[in-house]
Protein backbone atom coordinates (compact mmCIF):
# COMPACT_ATOMS: atom_id res chain seq x y z
CA UNK A 1 0.00 0.00 0.00
CA UNK A 2 1.05 3.48 -0.79
CA UNK A 3 0.35 6.16 2.39
CA UNK A 4 -0.28 9.18 0.98
CA UNK A 5 1.82 12.29 1.85
CA UNK A 6 0.28 15.54 3.07
CA UNK A 7 1.32 18.77 1.44
CA UNK A 8 3.63 21.02 3.25
CA UNK A 9 2.38 24.43 5.11
CA UNK A 10 5.06 27.47 5.10
CA UNK A 11 6.50 26.45 8.42
CA UNK A 12 6.95 22.64 7.65
CA UNK A 13 9.10 24.07 4.32
CA UNK A 14 10.64 26.83 6.78
CA UNK A 15 11.33 24.61 9.81
CA UNK A 16 12.90 22.66 6.78
CA UNK A 17 14.91 24.56 5.05
CA UNK A 18 16.74 25.93 8.15
CA UNK A 19 17.44 22.65 9.47
CA UNK A 20 19.29 21.93 6.13
CA UNK A 21 20.99 24.74 6.70
CA UNK A 22 22.55 23.85 9.78
CA UNK A 23 22.70 20.20 9.03
CA UNK A 24 20.26 18.56 11.12
CA UNK A 25 16.74 17.27 9.99
CA UNK A 26 14.66 13.91 10.78
CA UNK A 27 14.08 11.52 7.94
CA UNK A 28 11.19 10.46 8.93
CA UNK A 29 9.44 14.17 9.47
CA UNK A 30 10.55 15.28 5.94
CA UNK A 31 9.31 12.16 4.27
CA UNK A 32 5.38 12.01 5.05
CA UNK A 33 5.05 15.54 3.96
CA UNK A 34 5.08 16.66 0.36
CA UNK A 35 7.25 20.08 -0.80
CA UNK A 36 7.49 21.44 -4.17
CA UNK A 37 11.07 22.87 -5.72
CA UNK A 38 9.23 26.10 -5.87
CA UNK A 39 8.45 25.94 -2.35
CA UNK A 40 12.12 24.60 -1.28
CA UNK A 41 13.41 27.60 -4.03
CA UNK A 42 11.44 30.31 -2.37
CA UNK A 43 12.49 29.88 1.27
CA UNK A 44 16.04 29.17 0.68
CA UNK A 45 16.53 32.40 -1.39
CA UNK A 46 15.07 34.51 2.12
CA UNK A 47 16.39 32.68 4.10
CA UNK A 48 19.55 33.16 2.26
CA UNK A 49 18.93 36.97 2.17
CA UNK A 50 18.16 37.39 5.51
CA UNK A 51 21.69 35.58 6.49
CA UNK A 52 23.49 37.74 4.26
CA UNK A 53 22.04 40.92 5.65
CA UNK A 54 22.45 39.94 8.88
CA UNK A 55 26.11 38.91 8.40
CA UNK A 56 26.74 42.90 6.91
CA UNK A 57 25.31 44.68 9.37
CA UNK A 58 26.93 42.57 11.82
CA UNK A 59 30.12 43.81 10.33
CA UNK A 60 29.05 47.10 9.57
CA UNK A 61 28.08 47.39 13.41
CA UNK A 62 31.70 45.82 14.31
CA UNK A 63 33.59 48.13 12.18
CA UNK A 64 32.20 51.48 13.18
Known amino acids: MTERRQKATLLQVLRMVLSALIG ?23 AGAIFVGTIVSVVQWVTR
Not at 26 to 45: C, N, W
Open 24 to 46: IRKRDTHEKIEVTPLQVIIIGVI
